[in-house]
């Protein structure tokens, strides 16, 4: 067995790295980056370090040489269809060197047409689906990170949180949990051939559950404030996604239920 990661470095593949590191030899471990003097640690523990540039189709016919499974993690840049284009680039590589299993963290619960970044993920998954190459697709829920950019201070400085009106629900974990969850799946791939998880809380969450996280974790009574005035790109965007579909996947590649909302949310605060 011989595991190739790509964007290995970043902060959800270094996550996955750490917990796969646990539990298969650091020798089947190959960690694609494009910065190798970056991952001297890893190195030492024995894992195989290759520069990996998705733009760079060379660098990628030479990082999957021997990679029986490939973790496709999904670009970072916005313009989706350049992104689309170096993911392609990645799958023919892999096709090319004869990868037996690739892995994709795509987006949970992407319905065709309803965003670019929906339609993106799905066009990377047909692309895999196109080469007759044995997948699992990791459909990573919404980062617990956007929380991050609700104004979470000022509501325990104020006593009130102030959203939009709306039914808002959320299914989204930390990319701790996401790791584990894919560092599970790349342990044991063969269990995993051909399987789409949704990899999202287990039960879904509102802005009335973030107030009560909020008051427990600050000591502060907090209030919930709904104000049709308020506009922000944030729920702009959240529109454009399903954020409150739930499935059991990632509970179940955990062995226990996801990390509870209070816990995700304190290093945001
Ligand atoms: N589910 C969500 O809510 C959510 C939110 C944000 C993003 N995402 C997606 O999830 C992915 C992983 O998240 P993350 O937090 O780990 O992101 P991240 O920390 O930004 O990591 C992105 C990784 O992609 C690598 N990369 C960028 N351009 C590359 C290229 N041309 N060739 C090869 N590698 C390249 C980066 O390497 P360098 O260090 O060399 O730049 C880095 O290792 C993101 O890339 C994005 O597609 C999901």
Known sequence: MSIAITGANGKLGTLILSHLLDHIPARDIIACVRNPQAMHAYQARGADIRFCDYDQPASLAHAFQGVSQLLLISSPILDNAARLQQHSQVIA????????????????????????????????????????????????????????SLPLHSAVANGCLTVPPGDWRFNAVSRADLAKGIAAVLAEPKKHLNKTYELTASHPWTFHDLTAALSELSGKPLVLQENPEMESWLYGFLLQINTSSVSRGLEQLLGHPTTVLKESIRPFL
């Open 93 to 148: 590589a892999a096709k090319q060197a004869s990868v037996s299993h690739i892995l994709y963290t795509g987006f949970a619960f992407p319905a065709p047409g309803a965003s670019s970044l929906a339609d993106l993920h799905l066009a990377t998954e047909q692309a895999i689906l196109d080469t007759g190459i044995p997948f699992t697709f990791l459909r990573n829920a919404l980062y617990m990170d956007f929380v991050g």
